[in-house]
């Protein structure tokens, strides 16, 4: 079976190590399919600045995509991983998408807006909080920005008890990911963090199973990355994450099989 991941850093975020080509050197070796880099986008302003590249490392990222897409045996993809904001919409759509031609956009969604700034959700409870990360999130999906949301399910990190606002939260967040036809990721990264106890005993912070159940139920397209920050890591918590899907009964497609992008590269190939 094809096994591909489309969740992939460098070191150019800051938080990352390798470079693509150490990256797709790892894949090749464990019998990689297709690869996505899709490092933390550069912002035009200070917005969470020691976690992403700057605007000025942009030409080194396209290189060394480009250096590693010569060495590797499958089709090598790059984009960027973003969050949402309105503010940055025309940056998103107009500068990365259009000026730097990036083949995709990843929608991770990890903050709630708040004051003026931004706050990495699992480390800030709250219900009315949360609600706002859902407005944000389900206003993310609709963006039409996105070729898929990357670890819907990370709020659930700080959120452990799955009350009637917490999965209220994950019904809205499927189901306008449903509505978009935007697939959904299984995040593995997710499942080698230290857990934490859920309502049924220790769980990984993500993903959580009682979320993808309701995805599944309600028809979400599920995939399967890394979410790699080190090369070691390319391809091996995809697997984790399959293997995750398999366990809980979810049926799964490789991302290379359902990423529009994808398909419409080999066919101007
Ligand atoms: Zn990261
Ligand atoms: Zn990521």
């Known amino acids: 079976m094809n096994i591909s991941s489309f969740h992939t850093h460098t070191r150019l975020c800051k938080h990352a190590t390798g470079e693509p080509v150490d990256y797709v050197r790892q894949a090749a070796v464990e019998g990689c399919s297709a690869l996505g880099i899709s490092d933390h986008c550069p912002y035009p302003d200070p917005t969470w600045a020691g976690s992403r590249m700057t605007v000025a490392d942009v030409p080194e990222y396209l290189q ?22 309105p503010g940055y919409e025309s940056w998103y759509r107009d500068y990365l998408r259009h000026e730097l031609g990036a083949e995709y956009l990843v929608y991770g969604s990890h903050w709630v807006s708040e004051n003026g700034e931004f706050l990495y959700i699992p480390e ?3 219900r009315d909080r949360l609600i706002r990360y859902a407005n944000m999130t389900v ?6 920005l996105y070729d898929y949301i990357a670890h819907p399910d990370i709020f659930l990190a700080g ?44 769980r990984a912070p993500y993903p959580v199973r009682e979320f993808w159940e309701m995805a599944a139920e309600a028809g979400a397209i599920i995939i399967c990355n890394s979410d790699a920050h080190r090369p070691e890591d390319v391809l091996k918590p995809a697997r984790n994450a399959r293997r995750f899907a398999e366990e809980a009964g979810l049926s799964v497609q490789d991302p290379a099989d359902v990423l529009s992008f994808v398909r419409d590269n080999a066919v101007r190939r």
């Open 64 to 85: 060394l995509v480009a250096r590693a897409r010569e060495t590797a045996p499958f089709p090598v993809y790059w984009g960027f991983e973003c969050e949402w904001h």
């Open 124 to 126: 800030y409870p709250g």
């Open 139 to 144: 206003e993310g999906i609709q963006s039409g």
């Open 159 to 202: 959120y452990p008890h799955l009350d009637e606002t917490v999965l209220s939260v994950c019904r809205e967040i499927i189901s306008a990911a449903v509505a978009a036809g935007l697939p959904m990721e299984i995040n593995g990264l997710g499942l080698s963090r230290q857990p934490i106890a859920g309502d049924g005993g220790s």
